[in-house]
């Protein structure tokens, strides 16, 4: 299967904003669940946020709020806008497609997801 293309991470300042895209290569016809999730330094793959097949949102607690989701999931793409950012936000965020249309069981959890983009760096000072 193709690999999702990410882009829009960078180095911010505490309190800045930044927007990530995600989008898959190819057209599958059906709507995918997707994800993104995050690898701090030293910790292990982290939920962020989810956009539903239907469109319905999902977030991480300590991101409600500050981080929005959207795109269009019969066209595999994921947006994430991060507005006040924190240092505790610094890690690795990688977009992720669920591994069968239509479904979102625990979308929380990784092992559900089979196609993954490399990731795109976002760091924050403070």
């Given at each position: 299967?193709g690999q999702l293309?990410e882009?829009g991470?960078?180095?911010?300042?505490?309190g800045?904003s930044?927007?990530?895209?995600?989008?898959?290569?190819?057209?599958?016809?059906?709507?995918?669940?997707?994800?993104?999730?995050?690898?701090?330094p030293?910790?292990?793959?982290?939920?962020v946020?989810?956009?539903?097949?239907?469109?319905?949102?999902?977030?991480?607690?300590?991101?409600?709020?500050?981080?929005?989701?959207?795109?269009?999931?019969?066209?595999?793409?994921?947006?994430?806008?991060?507005?006040n950012?924190?240092?505790?936000?610094t890690a690795?965020?990688?977009?992720?497609?669920y591994?069968?249309?239509?479904?979102?069981?625990?979308?929380?959890?990784?092992?559900?997801?089979?196609?993954?983009?490399?990731?795109t760096?976002v760091t924050?000072?403070s």
């Amino acid at each position: 299967q193709g690999q999702l293309v990410e882009s829009g991470g960078g180095l911010v300042q505490a309190g800045d904003s930044l927007r990530l895209s995600c989008a898959a290569p190819d057209s599958t016809g059906s709507a995918y669940t997707m994800a993104w999730f995050r690898q701090a330094p030293g910790k292990g793959r982290e939920f962020v946020a989810a956009l539903r097949w239907d469109l319905t949102t999902f977030y991480a607690d300590n991101v409600k709020g500050r981080f929005t989701i959207s795109g269009g999931a019969a066209k595999n793409t994921a947006y994430l806008q991060m507005n006040n950012l924190r240092p505790e936000d610094t890690a690795i965020y990688s977009c992720a497609r669920y591994s069968r249309p239509y479904s979102s069981t625990e979308y929380y959890t990784d092992s559900n997801y089979n196609v993954w983009g490399r990731g795109t760096q976002v760091t924050v000072s403070s």
